[in-house]
């Protein structure tokens, strides 16, 4: 069964409160184009430096109001709604990066919580701890949906094959990628990587981007886009601002990649150990 999907890239800023206004008004126009999955960004709530200014306003799971709209807007519009990630506050006093699927009925059908932290020192000086605030995330899931069986990441989790290939081996046909990849380590690798992701296991990517300045003055990379398991990339958004981008998903797309290169099926286990190089006289046995 072939499904319209909708990856709406923003520029949240530190409210919340307008945030959800921006996703509401975008996740409508995505279904206004026949979506009936639409999946927003990594940290859709909010994206605020000052970790002081961001506790003051994080709520707890129950009381977010980006979990709260993000369920009407799924019941209103009768769509599969995924919220591909926002910041929730935990009895323990750090912070999920957690992204919430809802069901045309609001209810949630899968939460998942970003599992690689982004703890990284670039060259242009930019450096990010996202373990000094975050918990980060323990269990990888696929879901079983009417029409695909998905899979989910978040944002820096692109970075490690392995969660990929787990899902992809568990069924998976598509996997999202939500994400507020940043403009240096995008213009490198955003597009190259999601392409990697959707050939080596043959699978649909969708990926929901921040774009643009935002207000806490960091800058996101943007180019939200939808993959095919062939590596086409079927629609993609520019690099600032506002958008919404919609792609017809047909899973049997991932069999005949499966059918043609079936590299899920031929890969072997094997054993590697690590010998000393050349030595004086010869080489290692």
């Known amino acids: 069964m072939s499904f319209k999907a909708a990856a709406v890239q923003m520029c949240s800023g530190v409210d919340p409160v307008k945030n959800a206004a921006a996703m509401a008004r975008l996740v409508r126009e995505a279904a206004g184009q026949g979506a009936t999955y639409v999946q927003t960004p990594e940290m859709t709530g909010m994206l605020q430096r000052d970790r002081i200014a961001a506790r003051a306003v994080l709520a707890d799971e129950a009381h977010d109001i980006i979990v709260k709209t993000g369920s009407e807007l799924a019941r209103e519009l009768g769509i599969h709604m995924h919220v591909g990630s926002t910041a929730i506050a935990l009895a323990d006093g750090k912070i999920a990066n957690r992204g919430f699927l809802f069901g045309?009925?609001?209810?949630?059908?899968?939460?998942?919580d970003k599992i690689h932290m982004f703890d990284v020192d670039l060259d242009n000086g930019e450096s990010w701890r996202e373990s000094a605030a975050y918990t980060a995330g323990s269990e990888a899931r696929v879901l079983s949906l009417p029409f695909a069986e998905m899979g989910f990441a978040i944002c820096y989790d692109v970075r490690f094959p392995a969660l990929f290939r787990a899902q992809a081996m568990a069924g998976a046909e598509?996997?999202?990628?939500p994400a507020a990849f940043t403009k240096q380590t995008g213009e490198a690798h955003w597009e190259i990587l999601l392409r990697a992701r959707?050939?080596?296991?043959?699978v649909f990517v969708i990926a929901a981007a921040q774009a643009g300045r935002h207000e806490d003055g960091r800058e996101t990379f943007g180019h939200s886009m939808i993959i095919d398991p062939w590596g086409t990339v079927l629609a993609s958004a520019g690099a600032t601002g506002e958008?919404?981008?919609?792609a017809e998903i047909d899973p049997s797309a991932v069999k005949a990649a499966h059918d043609k290169?079936?590299?899920?099926r031929n890969g072997r286990e094997f054993s590697v150990e690590k010998i000393a190089g050349a030595i004086a006289g010869g080489v290692a046995a």
């Open 198 to 202: 959707a050939i080596e296991n043959g």
């Open 243 to 246: 958008a919404v981008i919609v």
């Open 104 to 112: 045309p009925d609001g209810r949630i059908l899968n939460r998942y």
């Open 174 to 177: 598509v996997m999202t990628v």
């Open 261 to 264: 290169i079936p590299n899920l």
